[in-house]
């Protein structure tokens, strides 16, 4: 369900009520986690947080108009989606993600390549999100983008 929003406070204040507070903690969890340099955007019509242009000018190779994708927010018709590049584009990271998630979370863990499915808003696992998202660093994002998608 992409969001015809421009801004990320336009896109949060036209969800759903049941779905505010799960997005708003999760939104918090990832800002103040999230290491410096990754910045907030609107980006395929949900909260978006890239490595901008200024920093990484080649832009993401699917459109290099766009800026470096690293993390999307969503709220979709069933659910609220996480999408982690960095879980996608480094095993390392997805394994530590998998085999941490159940120390969190009392349903099993509903993932796909890259994004990370909640169905039901009280089994988010805030404090765990927010400790995925200070994992990597602009650095390690654009390294491992490099190595993973750049050809």
Not at 13 to 23: I, V
Not at 46 to 70: D, Q, T
Not at 134 to 140: F, G, L, M, P, Q
Request: glycine share 4%; with cysteine; aromatic share 12%.
């Amino acid at each position: 369900m992409q969001s015809k929003a421009t801004t990320p406070e336009q896109y949060l204040s036209e969800l759903p009520e049941d779905r505010k507070e799960a997005m708003l903690k999760l939104r918090n969890a990832i800002k103040e986690n999230l290491p410096q340099g990754f910045e907030e955007v609107i980006s395929y019509g949900m909260l978006g947080y890239v490595v901008p242009h200024s920093i990484y000018p080649s832009g993401y190779h699917c459109n290099p108009k766009l800026p470096l994708p690293f993390i999307n927010l969503a709220s979709q018709k069933n659910f609220i989606a996480l999408y982690h590049m960095g879980i996608y584009a480094n095993k390392n990271l997805e394994s530590w993600f998998v085999s941490e998630y159940p120390k969190h979370v009392k349903t099993k863990l509903d993932m796909g390549k890259s994004c990370i499915r909640f169905k039901k808003m009280d089994d988010i696992p805030f404090d765990f999100i927010g400790e995925l998202a200070a994992k990597v660093t602009v650095e390690d994002w654009i390294s491992n983008y490099e190595k993973a998608f750049k050809k």
